[in-house]
C-alpha cells in the first residue's frame, strides 16, 4: 500500500573509542579574518530598515515591502514547537547590516585578506575557479565580493549575481518573484529575514537553456553580532536545468550568532532545479558555548508540470539547526525529492527534515533522511507528507534512519503523514543500514579493525545521499564525516 | 480560556457548587484535588489545533455544545437483555448505564475467587489509601483538559482488583452503556484496575448503547500491573453515532508485567481515545492492536505513549485504519525510550485504507529515543484496496462486493485474529462488515 514512512534505529555499544575520537575533533575553520567592517549599530526598527535599504540603494518598491514585512513581524512570536531547547535571542543586540569597507569593483581590487579567507577555505576563486569550471558568487558577511563566470553564464542568458545587484539591475525579475513562494509573514524568521535581509544570490535560467556549469555560493559569517540573514532566489524557466551548490562554514566565536535565512525556488515546466548543501558552521564548543544559530526557511515551488526538484544536504555543523527544505508539486506530474544527511555531537541540536506538498495529480516525492547522533546532541527528523485532495496519483516514499552513537544522545522521528486522496499509490519499501554485530563481526572477520568497520559502515549508511551531490560537493561532504571519523580511528 | 464555551461553563458551573460524588462519599482530600484540578481546567481551557496532541481534532463544534450533566434517571432506565451479552464472555459482569453503576444488571453473585469488584464509592468510603495516588497523579498540560474533567466531574466508577498469584479464567465483561433519551447528557466515570504479583486476569471493556441523542462522555481507566501480572484485555467500542467518547488509559507495568490489548473502535461520533503506557519495571511487555474505521462523518482519534522507562522492556503496537465516506481517522504513535532503557525493543504499524475521496487519515508514527542499545522500528502507510488482488478474486467469479469485503476483513484479520475470547472473532468480523459501507460501492 501506500505513502511510507519508516524509520528504524538500531545501536551498538561497542563504539566507544570511536564517539571519544568524533566528538573530540577540533573546529578545522575556525579563524576570524580581520577586516574593519561598517557596520549599523545594533537594534531593529523600521529607521534601521530604511537605513539597510538606502545602503543598497534599492527602489522605492524594496523598502516598502521590507516595512511590510517588518510590520508583520512584529505581530508573530517565535514558534516554539520543535524539539530544541534554544536560549532567548536579543534581536535588538543585532546588527543588522555590515558590509567590507571597500567596495572592489572587480576580483582584482578584493581585499587580499578576504581573497586569503576564501583560500582557507578552499574556495576556487581566480584559476583556481576556472580549473574547477565552478563559477563562485562568494558572500562575505553580508555583500557579495566577487563574481566569476558571468560572462560564459552570460552568453546563453543566464543571470547569476548578487540579489542587491539584481534589485538594481533585473527589478521586474525580482519583483515577480520575490516573496511568491515564501511569503513576507509565512514563519518568524522569515519575515525578520525579508524584513532586514542583506544580500544573496540570485539565479536565473531562461527558458530552454541548460546551465553550462554547476553554480556555488559560498557563505561565510565574519564579524562579531552580525546575524546573517540571506536570501536566495532561483528561477528556472520552462525546460531549464541548473544545479546549484551551497556551502558554508563559519569561525569560531563565543556568543551566539543568529542565521536567517530565506532560500525560494521556482520551477516552471519541465525544469529542474538541484540544489545541494554543505553546512558546516561552528557548532559550539564541548560544552555547547558558541555556535552558530541556523533557521533556515528553504522552499520550492514546482509551478510547471514535468517539473523536479532536488534538495540534498549535508548537515554537520551549528549549535541548532532548524530547517525544512520543501517542496510544493503544483505542477502535474512534478517530483520532489529530499537527501539528507545530518550529524550532531556534543550538545548539538538539530530539527530537520521536509516537507512534501502533492497538489498536482500524479505527483511524486521521495525522502531519504540518515540522522547520526553523538555525545550529549539531540537530533530530529521532523517531516510532513501531505496530499491535497485533488492530488490524483500522488506517489510518496519517505525513509528516514538513524544511528546512535553514545549513551547521551537523542534521536528523534516525527514524520506528519496527511492523506485526503484514495488514489494515493506507493510501492516501494523502505530498506536500511545500520551497525549490526553481523555487519560489525563479518567486517572484523575479513581483517578490518574495529573503528575502520564503523568508518565503513557509516559512509555506507550516508552513500545514498551522497550519491545525490554533485562531485565536487560529494567529495567535500564525504571528508566531513570522515574528518570526524578518522580521529575515531587514530 | 475563550469567552463562551458552553461545554466547559457547564462542567465549572457544576464542579463550583459541588455535588454528590461516588455515593456521598466524597472527603475532604478528594474534595480538595477537585476543586484544585477544576481551577485548572477553568484557567487552561479546552485545547485547541494549535495544540500539537489536537492538531487533526477540532474541538470547536464540541465545545459550543451544552449537555446536562449526569443523569438523574440512570439507575432505572430499562435496558434490553440483548445488550448485555457479548458471545463467549461468560465471566462476572459489570454494568454501567450513563456511568452509574447498575447492580441489578450486573452479574456479580459468582465471583471467581481472588477478583474483588466494588464501585469507588465503596472503596473511597473504607478509606483506601492506594486509591489517593492514584487519584492525586500529576496530569498533564492543556491537552489532557479530559483526563482532568474527568477528575472533576466522574460520579461512579468501577474498582477491579485481583488478589497476588490468582489466575481469573472467565473474562470479566465491563460494560458501559448509553441508553436512548430525550436529554442530551454528558456523563464521566472511572476506571481503577489493579493486578498484584502474579495475578491473570482476561477483561472485555465494552461500550454499547442505543442513543440516538447527543451524549458526551469520559471515561477515566487507571490500570497498575504489579510483577509479573497477565492482563488480556479487549476493547470494543460500537457506541451509537450520537456519542462523543473520550476515554484515557494510564497503564503502569512492574517488572515482567505484561498487558495484551485488542481494540475495535467502531462506533461514535467524535472518538478520542489515549492510551498511556509506562513500562516502569524492567522486562515489562506492552502489546496493542487495533482497528479503528471511521465511516459517515464519524472522527476517530487514537493516541498511543509509549514510554520505556526501564531495561528490556518490549513494546509492539499493531494498528490498522479504514476511512470511507466522509470519516476522519488519526492515529499518533508515540514511543518513547528514556535514558537508561538499554536494551528496548518497540516496534510500532500502522496501515490505513483511503477508500473515498472525501475521507481523510493523518497518521504520526513518533519515535524519541534517549537510549542506545535499543531497537525500534515504526512504519506507517495510507493506500487502497489492492487493485491486482480485486482483479484476481473477480478473475475467480466473486462479485466485486463480495471481493473487496473480502480483502477487507483480510486487512483487519492480523487484528481480529488475536482477540481474546476466540468466540468474539467471528462475532466483530461480522460487525466490522455491517459497520462498513461496502454495498455503496459495489
Same mark, same amino acid.
Given at each position: 500500500?501506500?505513502?511510507?514512512?519508516?524509520?528504524?534505529?538500531?545501536?551498538?555499544?561497542?563504539?566507544?573509542?570511536?564517539?571519544?575520537?568524533?566528538?573530540?575533533?577540533?573546529?578545522?575553520?575556525?579563524?576570524?579574518?580581520?577586516?574593519?567592517?561598517?557596520?549599523?549599530?545594533?537594534?531593529?526598527?523600521?529607521?534601521?530598515?530604511?537605513?539597510?535599504?538606502?545602503?543598497?540603494?534599492?527602489?522605492?518598491?524594496?523598502?516598502?515591502?521590507?516595512?511590510?514585512?517588518?510590520?508583520?513581524?512584529?505581530?508573530?512570536?517565535?514558534?516554539?514547537?520543535?524539539?530544541?531547547?534554544?536560549?532567548?535571542?536579543?534581536?535588538?543586540?543585532?546588527?543588522?547590516?555590515?558590509?567590507?569597507?571597500?567596495?572592489?569593483?572587480?576580483?582584482?581590487?578584493?581585499?587580499?585578506?578576504?581573497?586569503?579567507?576564501?583560500?582557507?577555505?578552499?574556495?576556487?576563486?581566480?584559476?583556481?575557479?576556472?580549473?574547477?569550471?565552478?563559477?563562485?558568487?562568494?558572500?562575505?558577511?553580508?555583500?557579495?565580493?566577487?563574481?566569476?563566470?558571468?560572462?560564459?553564464?552570460?552568453?546563453?542568458?543566464?543571470?547569476?549575481?548578487?540579489?542587491?545587484?539584481?534589485?538594481?539591475?533585473?527589478?521586474?525579475?525580482?519583483?515577480?518573484?520575490?516573496?511568491?513562494?515564501?511569503?513576507?509573514?509565512?514563519?518568524?524568521?522569515?519575515?525578520?529575514?525579508?524584513?532586514?535581509?542583506?544580500?544573496?544570490?540570485?539565479?536565473?535560467?531562461?527558458?530552454?537553456?541548460?546551465?553550462?556549469?554547476?553554480?556555488?555560493?559560498?557563505?561565510?559569517?565574519?564579524?562579531?553580532?552580525?546575524?546573517?540573514?540571506?536570501?536566495?532566489?532561483?528561477?528556472?524557466?520552462?525546460?531549464?536545468?541548473?544545479?546549484?551548490?551551497?556551502?558554508?562554514?563559519?569561525?569560531?566565536?563565543?556568543?551566539?550568532?543568529?542565521?536567517?535565512?530565506?532560500?525560494?525556488?521556482?520551477?516552471?515546466?519541465?525544469?529542474?532545479?538541484?540544489?545541494?548543501?554543505?553546512?558546516?558552521?561552528?557548532?559550539?564548543?564541548?560544552?555547547?558555548?558558541?555556535?552558530?544559530?541556523?533557521?533556515?526557511?528553504?522552499?520550492?515551488?514546482?509551478?510547471?508540470?514535468?517539473?523536479?526538484?532536488?534538495?540534498?544536504?549535508?548537515?554537520?555543523?551549528? /549549535?541548532? *539547526?532548524? =530547517?525544512?527544505?520543501?517542496?510544493?508539486?503544483?505542477?502535474? #506530474? &512534478?517530483? $520532489?525529492?529530499?537527501?539528507?544527511? %545530518?550529524?550532531?555531537?556534543?550538545?548539538?541540536?538539530?530539527?530537520?527534515?521536509?516537507?512534501?506538498?502533492?497538489?498536482?495529480?500524479?505527483?511524486?516525492?521521495?525522502?531519504?533522511?540518515?540522522?547520526?547522533?553523538?555525545?550529549?546532541?539531540?537530533?530530529?527528523?521532523?517531516?510532513?507528507?501531505?496530499?491535497?485532495?485533488?492530488?490524483?496519483?500522488?506517489?510518496?516514499?519517505?525513509?528516514?534512519?538513524?544511528?546512535?552513537?553514545?549513551?547521551?544522545?537523542?534521536?528523534?522521528?516525527?514524520?506528519?503523514?496527511?492523506?485526503?486522496?484514495?488514489?494515493?499509490?506507493?510501492?516501494?519499501? /523502505?530498506? *536500511?543500514? =545500520?551497525?549490526?554485530?553481523?555487519?560489525?563481526?563479518?567486517? #572484523? &572477520?575479513? $581483517?578490518?579493525?574495529?573503528?575502520? %568497520?564503523?568508518?565503513?559502515?557509516?559512509?555506507?549508511?550516508?552513500?545514498?545521499?551522497?550519491?545525490?551531490?554533485?562531485?565536487?560537493?560529494?567529495?567535500?561532504?564525504?571528508?566531513?564525516?570522515?574528518?570526524?571519523?578518522?580521529?575515531?580511528?587514530? | 480560556?475563550?469567552?463562551?464555551?458552553?461545554?466547559?461553563?457547564?462542567?465549572?458551573?457544576?464542579?463550583?457548587?459541588?455535588?454528590?460524588?461516588?455515593?456521598?462519599?466524597?472527603?475532604?482530600?478528594?474534595?480538595?484535588?477537585?476543586?484544585?484540578?477544576?481551577?485548572?481546567?477553568?484557567?487552561?481551557?479546552?485545547?485547541?489545533?494549535?495544540?500539537?496532541?489536537?492538531?487533526?481534532?477540532?474541538?470547536?463544534?464540541?465545545?459550543?455544545?451544552?449537555?446536562?450533566?449526569?443523569?438523574?434517571?440512570?439507575?432505572?432506565?430499562?435496558?434490553?437483555?440483548?445488550?448485555?451479552?457479548?458471545?463467549?464472555?461468560?465471566?462476572?459482569?459489570?454494568?454501567?448505564?450513563?456511568?452509574?453503576?447498575?447492580?441489578?444488571?450486573?452479574?456479580?453473585?459468582?465471583?471467581?475467587?481472588?477478583?474483588?469488584?466494588?464501585?469507588?464509592?465503596?472503596?473511597?468510603?473504607?478509606?483506601?489509601?492506594?486509591?489517593?495516588?492514584?487519584?492525586?497523579?500529576?496530569?498533564?498540560?492543556?491537552?489532557?483538559?479530559?483526563?482532568?474533567?474527568?477528575?472533576?466531574?466522574?460520579?461512579?466508577?468501577?474498582?477491579?482488583?485481583?488478589?497476588?498469584?490468582?489466575?481469573?479464567?472467565?473474562?470479566?465483561?465491563?460494560?458501559?452503556?448509553?441508553?436512548?433519551?430525550?436529554?442530551?447528557?454528558?456523563?464521566?466515570?472511572?476506571?481503577?484496575?489493579?493486578?498484584?504479583?502474579?495475578?491473570?486476569?482476561?477483561?472485555?471493556?465494552?461500550?454499547?448503547?442505543?442513543?440516538?441523542?447527543?451524549?458526551?462522555?469520559?471515561?477515566?481507566?487507571?490500570?497498575?500491573?504489579?510483577?509479573?501480572?497477565?492482563?488480556?484485555?479487549?476493547?470494543?467500542?460500537?457506541?451509537?453515532?450520537?456519542?462523543?467518547?473520550?476515554?484515557?488509559?494510564?497503564?503502569?507495568?512492574?517488572?515482567?508485567?505484561?498487558?495484551?490489548?485488542?481494540?475495535?473502535?467502531?462506533?461514535?461520533?467524535?472518538?478520542?481515545?489515549?492510551?498511556?503506557?509506562?513500562?516502569?519495571?524492567?522486562?515489562?511487555?506492552?502489546?496493542?492492536?487495533?482497528?479503528?474505521?471511521?465511516?459517515?462523518?464519524?472522527?476517530?482519534?487514537?493516541?498511543?505513549?509509549?514510554?520505556?522507562?526501564?531495561?528490556?522492556?518490549?513494546?509492539?503496537?499493531?494498528?490498522?485504519?479504514?476511512?470511507?465516506?466522509?470519516?476522519?481517522?488519526?492515529?499518533?504513535?508515540?514511543?518513547?525510550?528514556?535514558?537508561?532503557?538499554?536494551?528496548?525493543?518497540?516496534?510500532?504499524?500502522?496501515?490505513?485504507?483511503?477508500?473515498?475521496?472525501?475521507?481523510?487519515?493523518?497518521?504520526?508514527?513518533?519515535?524519541?529515543?534517549?537510549?542506545?542499545?535499543?531497537?525500534?522500528?515504526?512504519?506507517?502507510?495510507?493506500?487502497?484496496?489492492?487493485?491486482?488482488?480485486?482483479?484476481?478474486?473477480?478473475?475467480?467469479?466473486?462479485?466485486?462486493?463480495?471481493?473487496?469485503?473480502?480483502?477487507?476483513?483480510?486487512?483487519?484479520?492480523?487484528?481480529?485474529?488475536?482477540?481474546?475470547?476466540?468466540?468474539?472473532?467471528?462475532?466483530?468480523?461480522?460487525?466490522?462488515?455491517?459497520?462498513?459501507?461496502?454495498?455503496?460501492?459495489?
Amino acid at each position: 500500500m501506500s505513502n511510507e514512512s519508516a524509520t528504524r534505529i538500531r545501536t551498538k555499544p561497542a563504539l566507544s573509542g570511536v564517539v571519544n575520537e568524533a566528538i573530540d575533533r577540533r573546529y578545522g575553520a575556525g579563524f576570524v579574518t580581520d577586516i574593519e567592517t561598517d557596520s549599523l549599530p545594533p537594534g531593529l526598527n523600521e529607521a534601521i530598515i530604511r537605513a539597510i535599504s538606502a545602503r543598497k540603494q534599492e527602489p522605492e518598491w524594496m523598502t516598502e515591502w521590507r516595512l511590510q514585512a517588518y510590520r508583520h513581524w512584529l505581530k508573530m512570536t517565535m514558534p516554539d514547537w520543535a524539539k530544541l531547547s534554544v536560549a532567548p535571542i536579543d534581536l535588538q543586540s543585532i546588527s543588522y547590516y555590515a558590509a567590507p569597507k571597500q567596495q572592489p569593483k572587480s576580483l582584482d581590487e578584493v581585499d587580499p585578506k578576504l581573497l586569503e579567507t576564501f583560500d582557507k577555505l578552499g574556495v576556487p576563486l581566480h584559476e583556481r575557479a576556472r580549473l574547477a569550471g565552478v563559477a563562485v558568487d562568494a558572500v562575505f558577511d553580508s555583500v557579495s565580493v566577487g563574481t566569476t563566470f558571468r560572462k560564459d553564464l552570460a552568453e546563453v542568458g543566464v543571470i547569476f549575481c548578487s540579489m542587491s545587484e539584481a534589485i538594481r539591475e533585473h527589478p521586474d525579475l525580482v519583483r515577480k518573484y520575490l516573496g511568491t513562494v515564501v511569503p513576507v509573514g509565512d514563519n518568524y524568521f522569515a519575515a525578520l529575514n525579508s524584513a532586514v535581509f542583506s544580500d544573496g544570490s540570485f539565479v536565473f535560467i531562461p527558458k530552454g537553456v541548460r546551465c553550462p556549469m554547476e553554480l556555488s555560493t559560498y557563505f561565510r559569517i565574519n564579524a562579531g553580532h552580525t546575524g546573517q540573514f540571506e536570501r536566495t532566489m532561483i528561477i528556472a524557466e520552462a525546460g531549464a536545468y541548473v544545479s546549484y551548490l551551497e556551502g558554508c562554514t563559519a569561525p569560531m566565536r563565543d556568543e551566539n550568532q543568529l542565521h536567517a535565512a530565506v532560500v525560494e525556488l521556482v520551477v516552471m515546466e519541465r525544469a529542474e532545479i538541484k540544489y545541494s548543501t554543505v553546512q558546516n558552521w561552528y557548532p559550539g564548543d564541548e560544552e555547547g558555548r558558541g555556535g552558530i544559530y541556523n533557521f533556515v526557511t528553504k522552499r520550492g515551488d514546482c509551478r510547471g508540470d514535468d517539473s523536479k526538484l532536488t534538495w540534498t544536504q549535508v548537515e554537520t555543523g551549528s /549549535a541548532i *539547526t532548524w =530547517k525544512y527544505p520543501s517542496c510544493i508539486l503544483r505542477g502535474d #506530474r &512534478s517530483i $520532489g525529492q529530499f537527501y539528507s544527511v %545530518a550529524l550532531t555531537h556534543h550538545r548539538q541540536q538539530a530539527d530537520t527534515g521536509t516537507k512534501m506538498i502533492h497538489l498536482g495529480k500524479h505527483t511524486k516525492s521521495k525522502i531519504v533522511s540518515k540522522g547520526i547522533s553523538a555525545g550529549r546532541s539531540s537530533n530530529s527528523y521532523r517531516g510532513l507528507v501531505k496530499v491535497a485532495r485533488g492530488a490524483q496519483g500522488a506517489r510518496n516514499h519517505t525513509q528516514c534512519d538513524s544511528l546512535l552513537i553514545g549513551k547521551q544522545c537523542g534521536a528523534h522521528t516525527f514524520p506528519y503523514i496527511e492523506v485526503k486522496n484514495p488514489t494515493a499509490t506507493i510501492e516501494h519499501e /523502505a530498506t *536500511t543500514s =545500520k551497525i549490526s554485530d553481523e555487519q560489525m563481526f563479518y567486517c #572484523r &572477520s575479513r $581483517g578490518i579493525g574495529e573503528e575502520d %568497520a564503523v568508518s565503513l559502515i557509516v559512509d555506507g549508511f550516508c552513500r545514498q545521499v551522497f550519491r545525490e551531490l554533485p562531485m565536487e560537493f560529494a567529495v567535500e561532504a564525504k571528508k566531513l564525516l570522515e574528518v570526524s571519523l578518522e580521529g575515531a580511528v587514530g | 480560556m475563550s469567552a463562551c464555551v458552553p461545554l466547559l461553563d457547564e462542567v465549572l458551573k457544576q464542579a463550583a457548587v459541588g455535588q454528590p460524588y461516588f455515593d456521598g462519599a466524597e472527603s475532604a482530600w478528594l474534595a480538595q484535588l477537585r476543586q484544585g484540578e477544576r481551577a485548572v481546567l477553568a484557567r487552561e481551557g479546552l485545547p485547541d489545533r494549535h495544540n500539537e496532541a489536537w492538531k487533526y481534532t477540532s474541538l470547536r463544534a464540541l465545545a459550543q455544545q451544552r449537555f446536562i450533566i449526569g443523569d438523574s434517571e440512570a439507575g432505572q432506565r430499562p435496558v434490553p437483555e440483548t445488550e448485555l451479552h457479548l458471545p463467549g464472555v461468560d465471566g462476572p459482569r459489570i454494568v454501567f448505564v450513563h456511568g452509574v453503576f447498575r447492580a441489578d444488571l450486573s452479574s456479580l453473585q459468582e465471583m471467581p475467587a481472588g477478583l474483588e469488584v466494588t464501585t469507588l464509592g465503596q472503596v473511597l468510603s473504607t478509606g483506601a489509601a492506594s486509591l489517593r495516588s492514584w487519584m492525586e497523579r500529576p496530569i498533564a498540560d492543556g491537552a489532557a483538559a479530559f483526563e482532568r474533567m474527568n477528575l472533576v466531574m466522574a460520579t461512579d466508577g468501577v474498582s477491579l482488583r485481583v488478589k497476588a498469584g490468582f489466575h481469573i479464567e472467565a473474562p470479566v465483561h465491563l460494560l458501559y452503556l448509553g441508553i436512548d433519551t430525550d436529554a442530551k447528557l454528558a456523563w464521566h466515570t472511572r476506571a481503577h484496575i489493579e493486578l498484584q504479583a502474579g495475578a491473570e486476569l482476561s477483561l472485555v471493556e465494552h461500550y454499547a448503547g442505543s442513543s440516538q441523542s447527543e451524549q458526551f462522555a469520559t471515561v477515566v481507566s487507571e490500570i497498575r500491573m504489579h510483577e509479573d501480572a497477565r492482563l488480556q484485555l479487549t476493547q470494543i467500542q460500537h457506541a451509537t453515532e450520537a456519542v462523543t467518547l473520550v476515554r484515557h488509559e494510564h497503564f503502569h507495568l512492574a517488572p515482567r508485567a505484561h498487558v495484551g490489548m485488542h481494540t475495535i473502535e467502531l462506533g461514535g461520533a467524535l472518538v478520542r481515545h489515549e492510551i498511556e503506557t509506562l513500562l516502569e519495571g524492567e522486562g515489562a511487555i506492552f502489546d496493542t492492536c487495533g482497528l479503528f474505521a471511521p465511516q459517515a462523518r464519524q472522527h476517530v482519534d487514537i493516541r498511543l505513549d509509549i514510554r520505556h522507562q526501564a531495561r528490556d522492556t518490549r513494546s509492539s503496537a499493531t494498528w490498522r485504519g479504514i476511512a470511507d465516506q466522509r470519516g476522519h481517522g488519526v492515529f499518533h504513535g508515540g514511543i518513547v525510550i528514556e535514558r537508561g532503557a538499554d536494551g528496548a525493543d518497540a516496534r510500532l504499524h500502522n496501515k490505513n485504507l483511503l477508500l473515498s475521496d472525501r475521507a481523510e487519515i493523518d497518521t504520526q508514527p513518533v519515535l524519541e529515543i534517549y537510549a542506545d542499545e535499543v531497537q525500534a522500528a515504526h512504519g506507517a502507510t495510507v493506500g487502497q484496496i489492492n487493485e491486482q488482488a480485486l482483479f484476481y478474486l473477480r478473475s475467480r467469479g466473486l462479485p466485486l462486493a463480495e471481493a473487496r469485503r473480502l480483502l477487507m476483513v483480510a486487512f483487519c484479520r492480523e487484528i481480529l485474529d488475536g482477540i481474546f475470547p476466540q468466540s468474539l472473532q467471528e462475532y466483530l468480523a461480522e460487525r466490522l462488515i455491517k459497520h462498513l459501507p461496502l454495498s455503496m460501492q459495489g
